[in-house]
């Protein structure tokens, strides 16, 4: 069913892309992902964050069929993918110097950057009527060769349902959007595994908005002082990005974090479990062997955070495949990658932490 109630059955084509092959512009699937792109129907595709939905950036009835397809809030605004740097030129004025030091250590990559917009050219459904655009270009070669080939800036939220978990593999943007779209290539898993980081880039100092890939560490080395959007660090205070208001990444069952020794999660486990739960664990492979619980899920390993990062919502997802109606997750260390990984349970968990006394 779509948002106006009526079954959507349109024919979705699958296409397997290798993302290691030579000159993918020539492929024959890529060139009809772009040229549907063109034609201004919804495709997805791998990034090297999360699989993203990509439509023309520049025509509302294209930008439309993503929200209608996702179910997501009008008021959220998109993030333009481009393949090159002078396509910026056309979206974005006033750049401050800054963000060409920026575009020249992470792009392309897990960076979007908030700038001013330009009038009348990206459609305002994409900025839900703001006077700023994100834009990003992806570190992924099949991304790149579809926005090449297509030759439109492209809007692109994760493919997911909103509000679920995004996807990191096409078997998840399958599941999720079958029916609903006209393609989706299938380029394997992606890297990063979390999505971008949104940098504002308006004011004086630029702020984040949302923790991704790039660290904030990574990007003090290279342009000096970088604030935190308070929404992210303080409870209560209303976000500057839209989309981090919103219930998000979730598995069907509730999730708690907890913060503490494994003795104390599994006390936590054995509370659940006598008040009539069945209760899944998120751990990582230092600490399996502690738990007893009805679906334990092994998430990367702390030694390299990187590898939480990229099996976490694969992790978060794969709970709805099992009975199990509570699930309780390890907590990291808010430094580095922590930080994004950490915002995502948070936001999974809708900000319920158990903490050890
Ligand atoms: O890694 C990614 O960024 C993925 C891949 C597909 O590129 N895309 C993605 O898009 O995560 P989405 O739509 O799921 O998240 C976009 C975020 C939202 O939190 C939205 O509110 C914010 O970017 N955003 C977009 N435009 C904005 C703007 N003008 N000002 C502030 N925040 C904005
Ligand atoms: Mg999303």
């Known amino acids: 069913m779509n948002l106006m109630g009526v079954a959507v059955h349109m024919e979705t084509k699958l296409w397997v892309v290798d993302k290691n092959g ?17 034609n201004n129907e919804v495709v997805a595709f791998p990034t090297e964050t999360v699989y993203g939905l990509g439509a023309n950036a520049t025509l509302d009835h294209a930008v439309n069929k993503i929200f209608e397809a996702k179910g997501r809030p009008s008021d959220n605004p998109l993030i ?67 926005l090449e080939e297509a030759k439109v800036p492209v809007a692109a939220p994760s493919a997911n349902l909103s509000g679920r978990p995004s996807p990191t593999t096409a078997a998840h943007v399958v599941d999720y959007l079958k029916g609903r779209i006209s393609g989706i290539v299938d380029g394997g898993p992606t890297g990063v595994g979390l999505e971008s980081t949104v940098l504002d880039c308006t004011e004086e100092v630029p702020v984040i908005l949302r923790p991704g890939g790039i660290t904030k560490e990574q990007l003090e080395r290279v342009c000096g002082q970088v604030h935190v959007d308070a929404a992210l660090v303080v409870e209560g205070q209303a976000p500057k990005s839209p989309g981090m208001k919103y219930t998000h990444y979730a598995p069907k069952a509730p999730v708690s974090i907890v913060e503490g020794s494994p003795q104390f999660l599994q006390d936590v486990v054995k509370e659940k479990q006598l008040a009539g739960f069945k209760v899944g664990v998120l751990t990582t492979s230092e600490r399996e062997g502690f738990y007893d619980a009805e679906r334990i899920v092994i998430c990367g390993t702390r030694s390299d955070l990187k590898t939480v990062a990229s099996g976490l919502y694969d992790a978060l997802r794969s709970f709805d495949e099992s009975d199990v109606d509570y699930i309780i997750s390890e907590s990291f260390p808010q430094e580095g990658l922590g930080v994004a990984i950490m915002n995502r349970l948070l936001k999974a968990a809708s900000f319920q932490v158990i903490r050890e006394k």
Request: aromatic share 4%.
């Open 22 to 38: 030579d000159n993918l512009k020539s492929y024959p699937h890529i060139k009809e992902a772009a040229r549907l792109l063109t």
């Open 80 to 146: 333009v993918h481009i393949a090159n740097r002078t396509q910026l030129d056309d979206i974005a004025s006033d750049v401050p110097d800054v963000v060409d030091i920026l575009i020249e250590h992470f792009w392309p990559g897990p960076l979007t950057l908030v700038l001013r917009k330009k009038a009348t050219y990206i459609s305002e459904r994409v900025t839900a009527g703001l006077d700023t655009v994100a834009v990003r270009m992806p570190d992924h070669p099949i991304a790149l060769a579809i």
